[in-house]
């Protein structure tokens, strides 16, 4: 029986003929309720969208960065800090011993 | 922004305008509403599933990257998926109360649908659910949004060819159907 349904006869045309009209005559364009549609845009306009997971790596790649330039920071100052402290102690050495220099060669020999 | 292209709105909406996304909302809700109420048969899950389809869209729409398709086939393949989902999940496909949906609904509001028999849309409509979910996704696009094959090809990453010759390949399914439905000799 399915064999004789398969063949191309002008009944099994008409079947299908039949069909598209019932599709195009059944299936016709429905419209949303007009309360849906304008309750549905205006959570949409209002809706705060969550944080993704890309969101959350760029924000955690800008925390990481910021965490290790203000480290980096931080260590430079200190060792400016270190550099300036070491010269005025290199400086005021140096006058130390330049004052004793001067002292030894001005006091009389015993 | 409603005098834009659709392009142009889009693009407008990727940044994240929200009123470009309004726009586009405005433009195809209609469309999509119609795919997910003859795929799902209820028009409380049309909405529910709607509203669904709108938030993922606006989700992603920052990832959206044009690929020469028109912006309703990216809406379509969401919409598709949370079907397929909502019908996997659920399993309600057997659940759908024809009578309480598509089939008696609209009588009054489509007179030229009353020359049709309630028996026949019944069965006509059991038939589209018994297809499977790309066949399905077929013949709502050629009969409801009556696309082209090319358009259709377009919305479901087709050739024109190949939905063409689905189109051929779902109606010879539907016939044999029809006639058993039917009890046509």
Redesign the interface.
Known sequence: M?KF??QPTID?DK??NK??L????????????TE??HE??K???T?Q??E?RQDYLHWSVFAAASLISGIMLLVMGIRSVIMVLSTLGIISHYRQTLQQKRTSELTPLS | VKELSDELVLAQASRGD??A??EL??RY??RI??YI??RTGS?HD??DL??RV??RA??HIPNYKDRGLPFSAWLYRIAHNLVANWHRDNNRRKEISLDDSIIGK?EGD?P??E??SLE??EN??KLLHSLPADRQHL??L???EQMSNAEIGQVMGKTEGAVKSLYHRT??A???E??NINH?P
């Open positions: 399915r349904f398969n099994n079947v299908i069909l598209e019932l599709f195009t005559k059944s299936f016709v364009q429905v419209t949303p309720r849906f549609v549905l845009k959570r949409l306009t809706y969208l969550p993704t | 929200r009123e996304f309004g909302y405005q809700v209609g509403y119609n109420y003859y028009v049309a909405e709607t509203a709108f938030f606006m989700r609209h489509h030229e649908q020359l049709v026949e849309r006509l409509f013949i709502i050629k009969f409801i109606l010879l539907l016939r044999n029809y006639q046509v």
